[in-house]
């Protein structure tokens, strides 16, 4: 059985995705030892600019049709509105050569091989629900339901799934919410306009029931953090400071997965990495 990990990548007026994909491909091989496939928009651009073909199993082309807007910070002082392309995690099943496959968003950054036992579990669909910001002051209630008075909300930043009717049922359910969003935001009470996958994902998981949780937790810094310094396993970070804007708290994390949600400090990192 077939093993790997499925990466999407489409850069908007500012943020390299493709670089990320790049970057974390290479630390997937690193930690985990795993092939990857990329999923981008410009194939030929991975290839002339960042050697993808080194990095990458295999690179799938594939258009986009659809784009949100979503506000991007860079700390607590910093914001910009953006493209958001990110309507094509609904087809992670049709596109990934693996039977057993592992989603992983490119900001996202690998440092130890905890997500290797998923291939060895006998469970089909995993995804993160428990999470943990690395603030420690920050109300983190927006990632424990998908809103005030709905349902449990899970990550579609690590998604782990094997090639089944059941799992093809689940993506199937995921492009339906998509494509009847509107439908679901009221049905769910969600309160944001901007498509998200975590929805997406949490909805077909309440209506499907078969989600497990992947090994250890979700832990990640948010937009209004800045990642400082990436030195091989272990990570620097600016954490915002509880009622001081533009104020941080300096962290270190050594061999502990990350998610990254500044991509202007992560873009800067792997520029200097």
Request: proline letters at 1%; hydrophobic letters at 35%.
């Amino acid at each position: 059985m077939t093993r790997g990990v499925l990466l999407f990548a489409f850069n908007n007026e500012q943020i390299d995705y493709v670089a990320q994909a790049c970057f974390l491909a290479g630390r997937i091989k690193q930690y985990m030892n795993l092939p990857t496939t990329l999923v981008t928009d410009d194939v030929q651009r991975v290839v002339k600019h960042y050697n993808g073909l080194e990095v990458f199993d295999d690179i799938y082309g594939h258009a986009v049709e659809q784009k949100n807007k979503k506000t991007y910070f860079d700390g607590s002082l910093s914001k910009k509105v953006l493209d958001f392309k990110n309507f094509t995690r609904s087809d992670a099943y049709d596109l990934t050569p693996y039977q057993q496959t592992l989603i992983l968003d490119t900001d996202y950054i690998i440092s130890n091989n905890i997500l290797s036992k998923v291939f060895e579990s006998s469970n089909k669909l995993m995804m993160y629900s428990k999470s943990l910001d690395v603030s420690g002051w920050r109300d983190a209630s927006e990632f424990s339901y998908i809103s005030e008075t709905s349902i449990k909300f899970y990550w579609a930043t690590c998604v782990y799934f094997t090639k089944d009717p059941e799992n093809k049922a689940f993506f199937d359910v995921i492009k339906h919410i998509k494509n009847n969003y509107q439908h679901y935001r009221n049905l769910y009470q969600i309160t944001s306009t901007v498509f998200r996958n975590d929805y997406a994902f949490s909805i077909a998981a309440h209506i499907m029931g078969n989600v497990k949780e992947l090994p250890g937790k979700m832990i990640y810094s948010t937009a209004k953090d800045i990642l400082h310094k990436i030195d091989n396993n272990e990570l620097t970070m600016l954490v915002e400071k509880q009622n001081r804007t533009g104020e941080y708290t300096l962290l270190k994390s050594k061999d502990t997965n990350l998610h990254i949600m500044n991509k202007f400090s992560l873009s800067r990192e792997i520029a200097n990495a």
